[in-house]
């Protein structure tokens, strides 16, 4: 069982979360290359280790999270909000 520490709603099953996708991609300009968004869209890292992911708290408050999860255990390592404005709220 993995449990996702909500800023909001607090300590949380996973199955109350929807996957959303890694964290470290950035996307290309709309202007950019085909090939460029092939990359970003196809090709993945995978990772062995603490990787960044997008979570949305789809059965609670759905907010979009960033989380850093091990890959090889599970374990959650930090979660904070996507939107930087949250971020500032939820800092300790
Ligand atoms: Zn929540």
């Not at 909500?6 to 099953?13: E, N, T």
């Not at 759905?62 to 909000?81: A, C």
Request: with cysteine.
């Amino acid at each position: 069982m993995i449990i996702i520490k909500c800023p909001y709603c607090g300590d949380r099953d996973h199955s109350e979360f929807s996957y959303g996708s890694d964290a470290s991609i950035v996307y290309p300009s709309l202007d950019a290359p085909e090939k460029d968004w092939v990359e970003a869209v196809f090709f993945r890292e995978n990772i062995k280790g603490i990787q960044r992911e997008t979570w949305q708290h789809s059965n609670g408050c759905r907010m979009w999270l960033e989380v850093e999860r091990s890959t090889i255990t599970h374990e959650i390592k930090s979660v904070k909000p996507c939107h930087t404005q949250l971020q500032k709220v939820f800092e300790k």
